[in-house]
């Protein structure tokens, strides 16, 4: 398979949109590549990195002529224009392949690196909840009532048969009866 490409760069040119990025070249700089997804723009990087950092901020235009491209940074005196070269059909549907799959191989170790991260903090999450767990109420609990005394009115009672909830403690000395509607 051939060498990773990248960084990527997103570029605009006229209403149209083309990704920019690199691959180890023949010679001692990288190959630059501009691709619209369908036609392949090729050029010999040398050794130019101003262009790189132009890329990488944005500051480079792309202008699209016959057969040809130019990758012109916009700030940079020191570095030149990159002519690029319209690839052949054939090698440019071998380049945008390398490309997919290579991009592909990105995201599966970016997906690979975030599940180990959310693993990691899934573990911390968990040591953290089972730390808290741990505590009991009463020390968890900052409301005043935890300092009254054991025997206080307010402590829970249990509900005794017959006892009123609307004046606890007091018991009914008859038995309950039910609603008779015949007196009214």
């Known amino acids: 398979m051939a060498e990773p490409a990248g960084p990527f760069h997103l570029l605009q040119a006229g209403?149209?949109?083309?990704?920019?990025?690199c691959?180890?070249?023949?010679?001692?700089?990288?190959?630059v590549y501009v691709t619209d997804a369908?036609?392949?723009?090729?050029g010999e990087l040398g050794v130019r990195p101003p262009l790189g950092c132009a890329l990488g901020r944005r500051a480079a235009s792309l202008s699209l002529g016959e057969g040809k491209a130019t990758l012109q940074p916009r700030d940079e005196a020191q570095?030149?224009?990159l002519d690029l070269f319209k690839l052949p059909v054939i090698e440019a549907r071998s380049q945008l392949q390398a490309l997919v799959f290579g991009m592909a191989e990105h995201?599966?170790?970016?997906?690979r690196r975030l599940e180990g991260l959310w693993g990691f903090w899934k573990g911390q999450l968990a040591d953290l909840l089972q730390s808290l767990s741990c505590l009991?109420?009463?020390?968890?609990d900052p409301s005043p009532r935890k300092n009254r005394g054991a025997g206080s009115a307010l402590s829970a009672k249990r509900k005794i048969p017959g006892e009123s909830?609307?004046?606890p403690g007091f018991k009914s000395k008859r038995a309950p009866s039910g609603v008779d509607f015949e007196d009214s």
């Open 136 to 140: 009991s109420l009463t020390e968890a």
């Open 165 to 167: 909830l609307i004046n």
């Open 79 to 81: 570095c030149s224009a």
């Open 38 to 42: 369908l036609e392949v723009w090729a």
């Open 107 to 111: 995201v599966e170790s970016l997906e």
């Open 15 to 21: 209403p149209g949109r083309y990704l920019c990025y």
């Open 23 to 31: 691959r180890p070249g023949p010679g001692p700089g990288d190959t």
